[in-house]
């Protein structure tokens, strides 16, 4: 079955630590996403990816990073100067970047303390 | 710029209840206008989804439809069901940079059905 695929679940880490959250797609989706939610609060958009080996800020990249080496995957980083990391981090894609409806992974809950 | 405003929740209701959850937005130009759904724990699915004004977009026994004079896109159902427990997001596209599509989500209704 095609579908993105984020782990690990719930993650775990103390502050001041990097952390890396993993998105990979089977769908051949150009396009993918990283998305940000906090309780009470819509989905923010951290970073963007349209093509393979290119990236761009979203709202609230700061204390973010990513890769796209590869089609199928956009690793987020979550940094140490990324001042409340604690939130649910949900990745996302599209088949074209001009396409409208995103399909989303089953996100990754990430607690630091 | 642009946004969403959706009521705030939770909506509580009993099934086979009549579920209105409101969506008004601000938009320059003509977005298209989406509703998500996300289950407990779970990632977001589109519910439905309609890209001109009086476009009704339909799935599941919910509906919606685009006003462009009320700038709103209401999500509706008949009769809830307990499994339609969820929240729901309501969502715009507008042009970011590069030319691609972003969306820009509502902060989200939480609801309750109980049986």
């Known amino acids: 079955d095609g579908g993105i695929t984020q782990s690990p679940k719930y993650l775990f880490r103390k502050e001041g630590q990097n952390v890396t959250l993993s998105c990979e797609q089977n769908?051949?989706?150009?396009?993918m996403y990283w998305y940000r939610q906090d309780p009470g609060q819509g989905l923010r958009l951290i970073y963007y990816?349209?093509?393979?080996?290119?990236?761009q800020k979203g709202d609230i990249a700061e204390g973010y990073s990513v890769s796209r080496e590869k089609k199928e995957s956009f690793p987020l980083t979550v940094t140490s100067a990324q001042k409340n990391p604690t939130a649910f981090y949900l990745c996302?894609?599209?088949?074209?970047?001009?396409?409208?409806?995103?399909?989303f992974g089953p996100g990754t809950r990430l607690t630091v303390t | 710029g642009n946004s969403v405003t959706q009521m705030e929740g939770p909506v509580t209701l009993s099934e086979e209840a009549f579920l209105t959850i409101n969506c008004t937005y601000t938009a320059t130009g003509y977005p298209s206008l989406f509703w998500y759904v996300q289950y407990p724990g779970e990632g977001l699915q589109l519910l439905l989804k309609?890209?001109?004004?009086?476009d009704k977009g339909s799935n599941k026994g919910f509906e919606a439809t685009y006003r462009k004079e009320t700038t709103s896109f209401h999500l509706e159902k008949g009769s809830v069901q307990v499994s339609d427990s969820a929240v729901y997001f309501c969502a715009l596209s507008a042009p970011g940079n590069t030319g691609f599509q972003k969306l820009v989500f509502g902060t989200g209704t939480r609801l309750l059905v109980s049986p």
């Open positions: 769908l051949n989706h150009d396009a």
């Open positions: 309609a890209t001109k004004a009086d």
């Open positions: 990816s349209q093509i393979v080996n290119d990236f």
């Open positions: 996302a894609s599209t088949p074209k970047p001009g396409t409208y409806e995103q399909y």
